[in-house]
């Protein structure tokens, strides 16, 4: 497949848009909605952003893009995916529905190392090509900033492999993507009964190596009992903290491990699924600043019926995120939209949480929260128009997706809503 996505090529979003309908917290923890705002793009940041009536006049000759009254959030955030992968796994889907449960499939070889086999036998060019219309799904819809995990290749040439295509999709989709290290995310076969030394191999030999090839943004482990040990897990985040690597964590998804417990100590960016998840791991959770990632993605695959502890959560005050864990085994999700719908009805989020959770909160998790998840001054133009009246039917529509229009780092990437025609943009020829 060639690159041929090249968001340079797309149309500058450069001038003043206006007809703007801002969403409540899209300026920020707390922002109230503007019902007539402007922001102003320049070189692709944003320059300004507020009510219409109060724009500078040093920035009225610049070209004008009409946003046709269109509700307009910040780009949208997927703060944990397993989006490279070779496969899938719709076998494993009708064996559970066969009465097999998630764990007995892994204990029969299916599950992730199922994956790993796939995704070993696939040249990095068909993991490229594999990943392509998943990544399209996902930034049709609003996102502009994606985690994407290693964790089915499990050897070294593998892993580098997985990452190196996270890195090219980043490049060719001009999408800011936060690559992450999952390198003990299931034990390789080659490993079996010698967890121990494939830990030490995953510490001593494919960290240090993908790092010092830029690589890895940060480092995460399963910590589960079909997982990594809490032991185990430390050493890893030990490894990680010596590279000046951030770490976060497949926590207390299927039992309680105390893992986010752990995590936290070694200040986690996240502790993700958390559906076991006690009040001591809360607590410390809040005090670290950890972000609690929530998947009902998986949840809802998995049939799971334990719900993540929502309402502590809430109380403490620990800042939530929704993702899709695309994963090919628990989460075959590709829109973030579903997610949102599915953490208001599976997890009882509130609307505002469930926006933040897919933009400033999903931001925090990843680490980006200077630049992006908010509409602010200086930071790349990541936004999205959505033609609705009510910030609430981002989480209300099941199953048919608004045509928004988007502007990532600075182009106007998607135009579901027809802008490009309404007000032609200066500078590069039309789609
Ligand atoms: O986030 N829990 C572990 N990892 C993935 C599942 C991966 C798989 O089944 O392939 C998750 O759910
Ligand atoms: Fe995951």
């Known amino acids: 497949m060639t690159d041929d996505f090249n968001l340079a090529a797309l149309p500058s979003a450069d001038g003043v848009w206006h007809h703007l309908h801002l969403a409540p917290e899209a300026l920020g923890a707390g922002a109230s909605g503007l019902p007539d705002a402007a922001i102003v793009v320049e070189q692709g940041d944003i320059a300004w952003v507020g009510a219409h009536a109060d724009l500078p006049d040093v920035y009225r000759h610049l070209s004008t893009h009409d946003g046709q009254r269109g509700l307009v959030t910040p780009g949208l955030i997927d703060c944990h995916t397993h989006l490279v992968y070779g496969g899938q796994r719709a076998n494993e889907f009708a064996m559970r529905l066969a009465g097999a449960s998630y764990e007995e499939v892994a204990r029969a070889g299916g599950g992730i190392v199922s994956s790993v086999k ?10 490229f090509d594999a990943s392509v219309p998943r990544m399209q799904a996902l930034l049709a819809e609003g996102v502009c900033a994606i985690e ?148 009902p993605g998986a949840y809802f695959t998995l049939r799971d019926t334990h719900m993540p502890p929502i309402a502590d959560l809430r109380a403490a005050g620990v800042p939530m995120a929704v993702s899709t864990d695309h994963n090919p085994g628990t989460s075959p999700a590709l829109s973030l939209l579903l997610m949102v719908n599915m953490a208001c009805t599976l997890f009882r989020m509130t609307v505002p949480e469930v926006l933040a959770g897919v933009t400033r909160h999903a931001a925090q998790a990843l680490g980006l929260q200077a630049t992006h998840g908010r509409i602010a001054v200086g930071c790349p133009a990541n936004f999205v128009l959505w033609p609705l009246g009510d910030v609430a039917e981002l989480a209300y529509w099941l199953g048919q997706r608004p045509t928004c229009s988007v502007v990532r780092q600075g182009r106007l990437a998607v135009d579901g809503m027809g802008l490009h025609r309404m007000s032609p943009l200066p500078e590069h020829p039309p789609l």
Do not use: N, W
Not at 118 to 127: H, I, K, P
Not at 151 to 170: C, D, F, M, N
Not at 191 to 213: F, K, N, Q, T
């Open 118 to 127: 796939a995704t070993r036998e696939a040249s990095e060019e068909e993991l």
């Open 148 to 295: 994407i995990k290693s964790g089915y290749g499990l050897s070294l040439a593998h892993e580098r492999k997985q990452l190196r295509v996270a890195r090219r999709l980043a490049q060719v989709f001009g999408v800011t993507v936060r690559t992450t290290f999952l390198g003990a995310h299931a034990l390789p076969p080659e490993y079996a009964g010698r967890s121990d030394d494939y830990i030490r191999l995953v510490c001593e030999e494919m960290m240090p190596a993908l790092a010092a090839e830029g690589l890895v943004d940060a480092v995460d482990v399963f910590c589960e009992t079909i997982g990594f040990s809490l032991a185990q897990t430390e050493q890893v985040f030990q490894a990680a903290q010596a590279l000046g690597l951030p770490v976060k964590l497949h926590a207390e998804q299927l039992s309680d491990m105390g893992g986010s417990a752990l995590a936290a100590r070694f200040g986690a960016l996240s502790c993700d699924h958390i559906e076991h998840l006690s009040a001591e791991g809360i607590a410390a959770m809040r005090q670290a600043g950890t972000v609690a990632v929530l998947l």
